[in-house]
């Protein structure tokens, strides 16, 4: 994946204002616009010029784009092949409507129409274009020419949850990271820490609303709304799918062989029995009907995956074993067919 540096596209300075910014590519549209230009590239480098300005022209973008170069270079990135966006950077960035990912789904495309680059997509997902926002929606007309009343922008941010939140429910503080334009027209990073009410039996990719969180309206006009796209902590304990939960379970040779009851610790904090049946082999799928995230009507299951776990033989006793159970089994060739 190609590197863009979208300030060495419009050609300006890492620390230029917004206003340098919007002077850059304005220089440049006119350049290499289609319409008008005769360079033999210019539909290419004027959907160059569209990227990197819907990025750097928007202050919540450019703030999370300059955050990403600057955790690549400190973790030792010396070119731009070296740049990527870790998984789950985005997570706690605040992105007002048509700023950035609207839900982190939906569709981005550049001003020709033509689709932003693999590096634009990895950053910001394929959400609405829009630098600078979508701008007030609705409101209330008034008479004599007077303003109307706007409702403010609706907020969008995606946030990690551990899976017992989702079980349980929680009160947890959250902090946003945003970006504003400072009087002399700078980029300049701001946060604001929220207490948030997490429902019990929230799931993946579930928004939860905020009233009032968004920016303020116009002219007296409502505030706009928060939306917290709900996302789970990466954790190599268990695979959600919906409401599915999929976790291992390890369990011995002679479990497996001959069966029995084997004591498992859920995700939800509790611990159960379950019987692994006779003559089971790695791989297969335990159900625990219910025991998967929590919802009003249909909660989802809970799957154990079995793993079997071969103790080692280091001792003569043990060898003695393995050796026995060898000759238990002549002719046993589990890559038979």
Known sequence: MEFKDYYQILGVDKSASQDDIKKAYRKLARKYHPDVSKEADAPKRMAEVNEANTVLG?????????????????????????VRPPPGWNAGYEFSEGGGPE?????????????????????FGRA???????????????????QAQMRGEDHHARIELDLIDAYR??????????????????????????QVSIPKGVKEGQMIRLAGQGSPGFNGGPAGDLFLEVHFQPDARWRIE????????????????????????????????V????????????????????????????YLELEVAVPGAITDEQKAAWTALRDAYPGFDPRRA
């Open 58 to 82: 928007d202050p919540e973008k450019r703030a999370a784009y300059d955050t990403v170069g600057a955790q690549a270079w400190a973790a030792g990135a010396r070119s731009g092949d070296d």
């Open 103 to 123: 839900g982190f789904s939906g569709h981005f495309r550049g001003g020709d129409g033509a689709d932003f680059s693999e590096f634009f997509e990895q950053m």
């Open 128 to 146: 609405r274009a829009g630098g600078g926002g979508a701008g007030a929606r609705g409101g209330h007309g008034r008479a004599g020419g007077a």
């Open 169 to 194: 429910g929680a009160e947890r503080s959250i902090t946003l990271r945003g970006a504003k334009v400072d009087e002399q027209g700078h980029v300049v990073p701001q946060e604001r820490t929220l």
């Open 242 to 273: 919906g409401r599915d939960v999929t976790q291992k379970l390890r369990v011995t040779p002679w479990e497996a062989a001959l069966g029995g009851g084997v004591q498992v610790n859920t995700p939800d904090g509790a611990t159960v029995e």
């Open 275 to 302: 019987t692994v049946p006779a003559g089971s082999g790695g791989g297969r799928k335990l159900r625990l009907k219910g025991r998967g995230i929590p919802a009003a009507k249909t909660p989802g299951d809970l």
